[in-house]
C-alpha cells in the first residue's frame, strides 16, 4: 500500500490530479473493455497464423516465357491475358478467410537480367500452371514456355562478398490516385496499321537497361499482382470512410475537372464540361478509359545485386529510373520509395539498419510477398491496361540483343504425314 502511494503521488506530481483520475478510470473499467480487446488480438493472431499456414502449405513453381524472334502482337494481347488472372475467389466468405487462411491466388510477372541476359517470368501456384499455360498460348501461339528452377535460390546476402540494393515502386504521389499511367494506347501500340519498325516500345528502355549489365551482376524487377475487389476495397489513400470502389476516386476526380462537383446556382447551366481544355478532355478520357478496365492490386520491387569486385553504382539511377516513361505530365508516374539505403551516416550506425533492410527485401523477393504478413506493403491498383503496358512481350520494335528469344518457329506436323 505504501508503495502505491508513493507511485500515485510520485504521478501526481509529473502529470496533476486529472491524469490520475484517468489512469483509475481505466484501471477500474478494464474488466469491460479488456476482454473485447484480447479477444480482437487473439482473432487477429489466429487469422495471421492460419493464412501462414494455408500460403506455406500450397506449391509454386516459375515459369519462363521464351519469345520467338518474330512477334506482332500488341500490348492489347497481354491485357487479355491478364484478364484471366482475374479471379476474386479464395476468401469470399468468413470461414474461408478466418478458419481455412484461404487467401485470393496472386502472381509474380518478373523482368530479370542474369549477367546481362534478359528474361521474362511468371511466378505462380501449381493449380494454375494449366489454366496459365493455356491462356498465354491463346495470345502468344508462337511463345515457348518453361518450367524452370528459382533463379532467386542460392542468392543470400553477405557484405563481405557481395553488394545489394532494392527499393520499391508505386503510384507517384503528387498527383491525384485516379489519375493513371501513360500506358500503350497512349504510346499508339493499340493501332494495326503502323509498321513494326515505326512503333514506339516504352518497354525498349527497360529491356535496354537489363541488358547492360555485365558478368557477376543482376537485375530483378518483380510485380506482384492479384484482382482487386471489385465490391470495394480500402486501399485508396483519398478514401477513408465506408466500403469505397476503385472507381469513386477516379468519378470524384472527373467531377472536380469538369465542374460536376459544383452544384450551379438556381436557373443556370453547368458548362464545365464544353469549358475543357484540350488537355482537360484527354485526361478525363483517359481516366474513364481506365476505370472501364479490370482493377489489379500491385506492388513492385526492383533489386540490383552484384558481386563486390563487379559493382558498378550507375546501375542504381538506371533501376530508379526503369519506369520513368510510364510517367506524363498530365497524367501520373510511378515513382520509387522505401530504398536501402540513408542519406546521412549518422542514420545507421555501421549499417547494421541497412543490412536489415537488404536481408528482408531480399526475403520478401524470394517469397514473392506483398499483400501478407511478415512482408505487407501497401499496395496500389493498376487496370489491366496499365499492367499490360509495364510488363508485355515486345516485338520486333525491340532489337535488344540479349533477350532470350528462341531461335526458331515452331509449327504443328502436315495432317498427311505417313506414320
Not at 102 to 119: A, D, I, N, Y
Not at 343 to 352: E, H, K, L, S, V
Not at 378 to 386: I, P, Q, T
Amino acid at each position: 500500500m505504501y508503495n502505491i502511494r508513493m507511485l500515485k503521488d510520485l504521478f501526481v506530481q509529473f502529470y496533476g490530479q486529472f491524469g490520475w483520475q484517468v489512469i483509475s478510470i481505466i484501471a477500474n473499467t478494464a474488466a469491460y473493455w479488456l476482454p473485447p480487446l484480447l479477444a480482437y488480438a487473439l482473432l487477429k493472431a489466429w487469422t495471421a497464423y492460419v493464412r501462414l499456414d494455408y500460403i506455406y502449405s500450397q506449391e509454386y513453381l516459375l515459369l519462363e516465357i521464351k519469345l520467338p524472334r518474330e512477334l506482332t502482337k500488341s500490348p492489347q494481347a497481354m491485357e487479355i491475358f491478364l484478364t484471366s488472372l482475374f479471379y476474386e475467389g479464395g476468401e469470399s466468405i468468413f470461414i474461408e478467410r478466418g478458419w481455412d487462411g484461404k487467401t485470393r491466388p496472386w502472381w509474380s510477372l518478373e523482368l530479370v537480367s542474369l549477367e546481362g541476359q534478359v528474361h521474362f517470368y511468371i511466378w505462380t501456384r501449381a493449380f494454375f500452371k494449366n489454366m496459365l499455360q493455356a491462356q498465354l498460348y491463346a495470345q502468344y501461339p508462337s511463345v515457348e514456355i518453361h518450367e524452370v528452377d528459382d533463379y532467386t535460390r542460392g542468392v543470400y546476402y553477405n557484405p563481405k562478398t557481395m553488394s545489394m540494393w532494392g527499393c520499391y515502386f508505386g503510384k507517384d504521389k503528387k498527383k491525384p490516385y485516379a489519375y493513371p499511367i501513360k500506358t500503350y494506347i497512349d504510346y499508339g501500340l493499340d493501332k494495326t496499321n503502323i509498321e513494326e519498325e515505326e512503333k514506339v516500345e516504352p518497354m525498349a528502355a527497360v529491356l535496354e537497361y537489363l541488358s547492360s549489365v555485365g558478368k557477376g551482376e543482376q537485375i530483378w524487377i518483380q510485380i506482384i499482382v492479384r484482382a482487386h475487389r471489385l465490391g470495394g476495397e480500402k486501399s485508396i489513400p483519398d478514401l477513408t470512410f465506408g466500403k469505397k470502389t476503385w472507381k469513386d476516386a477516379a468519378k470524384k476526380e472527373i467531377d472536380k475537372i469538369m465542374k460536376r462537383d459544383k452544384k450551379p446556382a438556381e436557373g443556370q447551366f453547368n458548362f464545365g464540361e464544353f469549358l475543357l481544355t484540350k488537355g482537360e478532355r484527354t485526361l478525363v478520357e483517359a481516366m474513364e478509359r481506365n476505370t472501364g478496365k479490370l482493377p489489379f492490386d500491385c506492388g513492385i520491387r526492383g533489386m540490383y545485386i552484384a558481386r563486390n569486385e563487379n559493382f558498378n553504382a550507375i546501375a542504381i539511377p538506371g533501376l530508379i529510373g526503369s519506369f520513368r516513361q510510364y510517367s506524363s505530365a498530365d497524367l501520373n508516374g510511378i515513382a520509387f520509395y522505401d530504398w536501402t539505403d540513408f542519406d546521412y551516416p549518422w542514420q545507421d550506425f555501421r549499417d547494421m539498419r541497412k543490412d536489415y533492410m537488404k536481408r528482408k527485401i531480399l526475403a520478401a523477393y524470394k517469397s514473392r510477398s506483398f499483400f501478407h504478413e511478415p512482408y505487407k506493403k501497401k499496395h496500389f491498383v493498376l487496370s489491366g491496361e496499365e499492367l499490360a503496358t509495364i510488363f508485355h512481350l515486345p516485338g520486333k520494335a525491340v532489337e535488344t540483343p540479349s533477350l532470350n528469344r528462341v531461335v526458331s518457329r515452331k509449327a504443328e506436323a502436315p495432317a498427311n504425314l505417313p506414320i
